[in-house]
């Protein structure tokens, strides 16, 4: 999977100068973004006077730690040790990872790909030619007719754009709850944490694709399965609820605050339960991290961080629960405040593409 990633976000040209190890990377500024896109700003606070908010909270000191009240911190104690517990009776089998989309991306890697080979291996899952044709006849790609054939659809939106789709939609398992009543109890929150990683998993990407910053496929993977363990922990929590051991209804911070806590220790078991990429663990381990050195085998780690620091400013240009993080990461990347717009612009664009076509 890796090499088929490393191939589809490859650029044409000669790659920049590597640094050397240790080194920080200096990214150069990017290309101003074509009109179409200028036009297309996703939501409001997402153009200049939008981002001057965020500079101004990026740059100011230390944000306030936020408490919980008395009642609702007793809560948050109460339940993450019965979440862990709860998280080790359902603890899912090795074989629970995806391998439909890493198929389809291997298919995809061929040089000699045949189009009636792909899309043959695409169409016994329902779901990916609907989200390939929901893709195609969207308004970034569309070109005025609507596509209702799947060869035109792909040839329409390239090898890239359907590897990027068949992995999210691959993906999308993991975040889903098993049964309906585990849906139920928290409602929206599922595909919300769906929406949210892949948006930074493709924002990320972008991010490392276009300024030559670590690497686009571990940018993608990471962007994907770095909170992974809030989904098994929201499963958890949804099973304590439908035992009866919790009283529904549970207050959203006080749920924030769980899948917060035990997010890492479960999502790093599920990484190495599933034998993910040493990087991918890495980046489990440490993206929430105080401080990440700016060395070059951290590259990976600060694109991550910043692309998952913007969206939440993206989504709220006041949160400033991951200001750190995000301050200390695009600080090591070295970018300006122009770039960094730039930067933030873009996952705006994300956001509103994955909402768009995985609503």
């Known amino acids: 999977m ?11 040209a000669s790659l920049a100068r590597t640094p050397a190890p240790g080194q920080a ?5 990017a290309s101003a973004p074509p009109a179409a896109a200028q036009a297309q700003l996703p939501a409001p606070g997402i153009g200049a006077e939008g981002f001057e908010k965020v500079w101004a909270l990026l740059t100011a000191g230390s944000a306030p730690a936020s408490a919980l009240a008395p009642d609702a911190q007793e809560m948050v104690d109460f339940l993450v040790p019965k ?7 359902l603890r899912p089998d090795p074989a629970s990872f995806p391998t439909m989309a890493l198929q389809i991306l291997d298919l995809i890697n061929d040089p000699d790909l045949d189009m009636n080979e792909l899309i043959r291996a695409i169409s016994p899952d329902p779901a990916i030619p609907i989200y390939v044709l929901r893709a195609a006849n969207s308004a970034m790609v569309s070109r005025g007719s609507e596509i209702q054939d799947l060869r035109r659809a792909v040839l329409q939106l390239g090898t890239r754009e359907v590897g990027v789709i068949a992995a999210g939609v691959a993906s999308k398992s993991l975040y889903d709850p098993f049964l309906k009543a585990e849906f139920e109890v928290f409602g929206r929150r599922w595909n919300l944490m769906f929406q949210n990683s892949m948006a930074v998993a493709m924002g990320a990407s972008q991010f490392a694709f276009e300024q030559q910053v670590g690497r686009a496929d571990h940018a993608f993977l990471a962007g994907m399965f770095h909170d992974i363990g809030k989904t098994l922990a929201l499963r958890s929590l949804a099973r304590l609820v439908l035992n009866a051991e919790v009283v529904p209804p549970l207050p959203d911070p006080v749920v924030d605050e769980v899948l917060e806590q035990v997010h890492l220790e479960l999502g790093c078991d599920l990484h190495h339960l599933w ?3 040493e990087y991918l663990v890495n980046v489990c381990q440490h993206h929430h991290d105080p401080e990440v050195p ?7 780690l600060h694109v991550l961080r910043l692309a998952e620091g913007l969206h939440r400013l993206v989504l709220d240009p006041a949160d400033a629960a991951r200001l750190e993080e995000t301050r200390q990461s695009f600080q090591s990347l070295q970018l300006t405040p122009r ?3 730039r930067v933030w612009t873009d996952m705006g664009l994300q956001h509103e593409r994955v909402a768009a076509l995985f609503a």
């Not at 990377?25 to 500024?29: E, K, S």
């Not at 979440?83 to 009776?89: A, D, L, P, S, T």
């Not at 700016?294 to 990976?300: F, V």
């Open 83 to 89: 979440v862990k517990e709860m998280f080790r009776q």
């Open 294 to 300: 700016p060395a070059l085998e951290n590259m990976d």
């Open 25 to 29: 990377v200096r990214v150069q500024p």
């Open 275 to 277: 034998g993910l990429p």
């Open 339 to 341: 770039n960094l717009q």
């Open 2 to 12: 890796a090499n088929f990633f490393t191939k589809l976000f490859r650029r044409e």
